[in-house]
């Protein structure tokens, strides 16, 4: 008796967490990135936070705040590429090493995710923007966008640990 009495008290004290997530959605944590090329009044690799509120993606960076409308987005698609570690001015010089060691320095490569939006401005123009985040960052601001009412042509990336199909791999064989 007493079990299910602490059993009924401990699933009405959770009640009022489940009713207020319902109704609040929880605010998105910022997400580091930097701005490719794109975006209208943006320097070019401009680092930042990228968010989605409301129904805006909006990037905030050190002089200003850019935002795009959900809505005005006709393609939302995320990938994944690499960059060289030793970038800048170093990874430049270095690449007059003796025997090929520059070259062996731009193997060494660290991954990220790119999102690239292709949306409409209010004059009905047609413009792009690329943002590259940390690894596993992307698909979750893509997502978002789309529950937001952004468009995409490529579906959502469905995560399996399994590699390709059998049957994928003999045809790949003939």
Do not use: C, W
Request: cysteine-free; aromatic content about 4%.
């Amino acid at each position: 008796m007493l079990k299910a009495i602490g059993a009924i008290l401990i699933s009405l004290s959770t009640l009022p967490a489940f009713a207020q997530s319902a109704v609040s959605p929880q605010p998105q944590t910022p997400v580091k990135s930097v701005e490719l090329v794109g975006l209208v009044g943006v320097k070019e690799r401009t680092g930042g936070k990228l968010t989605v509120e409301g129904d805006k993606l909006r990037f905030a960076h050190s002089k200003s705040t850019s935002e795009i409308a959900a809505a005005t987005m006709e393609d939302v698609v995320t990938g994944n590429d690499s960059q060289r570690v030793v970038r800048g001015t170093l990874g430049t010089l270095s690449m007059f090493g003796p025997y090929g060691s520059g070259r062996f320095l731009s193997l060494f490569r660290s991954k990220l995710d790119t999102l690239t939006i292709q949306y409409r401005d209010v004059d009905g123009g047609l413009h792009g923007v690329i943002f590259t985040m940390p690894v596993g960052t992307a698909e979750r601001v893509k997502q978002e966008l789309i529950a937001q009412g952004a468009h995409s042509t490529v579906p959502a990336v469905a995560e399996t640990s399994s590699g390709p199909s059998k049957a994928g791999a003999t045809e790949e064989k003939r």
